[in-house]
């Protein structure tokens, strides 16, 4: 029997890791449009703050106006009563009366007087607001277009990868494909794992027994680690050539550095020659 590398659930995990760190990076975009809209929502707020205020003083001018337009006419008429009087006691009291209606209007034109002033400074400030919100919504608008953009590829990337997912199930082994579903489908991110070289369960480095691990290396059965429930295959043959490769790459990287540093030195060396002769 040949040995379980389980090639086809490797690569399935290999792919739904990729496509969950695809997941994980698209929801690290939502603070970030929070991050670059808030000063500009800030401003917003304060605005619609202001306006309303504004209003408000404007609705209270009015008020304040046709008030002491109403006591303007009173003391008109009240003056003209004053003409016709028949007696002192009725003059007392229609003199009385108006002194009130006086008071009344000054008391209206002073706090007239101070909303004028406030509503002018209402509107500097809202005037202020309107500049800094605009201001700040045009330094959003690229900013958030980059980011848009930069969502949509990994969004692209994430659907490509889900179709490769679909295209590479459909290929295989249904059960197999069931298995590990099940154990994924509990929130775990790895469902199958190696065995390591002195036996031991990759993901939990339980150790499994000698039966299983020789199930897992020449057996057909599907085993899974008794401890932590991955489903365990024989670990890839090493590749003699390869590794020889990769050794002999980097001895001749080293090498090249060795002579850059050499060379370096040398220069150097050279330069500070020349320097000597200058003097
Ligand atoms: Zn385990």
Do not use: W
């Not at 590479?168 to 154990?183: C, G, H, P, S, V």
């Not at 390869?242 to 040398?266: N, P, T």
């Amino acid at each position: 029997m040949t040995e379980q590398r389980r090639t086809a659930l490797k690569e399935l995990q290999k792919l739904d890791v990729s496509i969950e760190d695809a997941r994980d990076k698209i929801r690290t975009f939502d603070p970030l449009f929070e991050e670059i809209e808030e000063p500009s929502l800030i401003l917003e707020g304060e605005l619609g703050t202001s306006r309303t205020r504004l209003k408000e003083m404007k609705l209270e001018a009015r008020r304040l106006e046709s008030s002491s337009d109403e006591r303007r006419e009173r003391i008109r008429k009240l003056e003209e009563r004053l003409n016709s009087v028949r007696n002192l006691r009725e003059e007392s009291a229609v003199t009385t009366e108006l002194e009130m209606v006086k008071r009344g209007l000054e008391n209206d034109e002073t706090e007239a007087m101070t909303l004028i002033d406030q509503v002018r400074k209402g509107e500097e400030r809202v005037t202020e607001l309107e500049a800094a919100f605009k201001e700040a919504s045009d330094l959003v608008e690229p900013k958030k277009e980059a980011l848009l953009a930069d969502r949509e590829q990994v969004r692209s990337e994430l659907a490509s990868l889900e179709k490769d997912r679909n295209g590479f199930t459909t290929a295989m082994d249904a059960r197999e494909l069931q298995i590990y579903q099940a154990i994924r489908g509990g929130g775990r991110r790895r469902a199958i794992s190696e065995l390591t070289e002195d036996g031991a369960c990759g993901n939990c480095f339980g150790m499994v027994p000698l039966q299983h691990q020789n199930e897992v290396r020449h057996g057909d059965q599907l085993i899974r680690c008794e401890a932590c429930g991955v489903i365990l295959a024989a670990p890839e043959p090493v590749d003699e050539a390869a590794l020889a490769e990769a050794a002999a790459a980097e001895a001749a990287e080293a090498e090249a550095a060795e002579a850059a540093v050499a060379e370096a030195a040398e220069a150097a060396a050279a330069d500070s020659a020349g320097g000597d002769e200058e003097e």
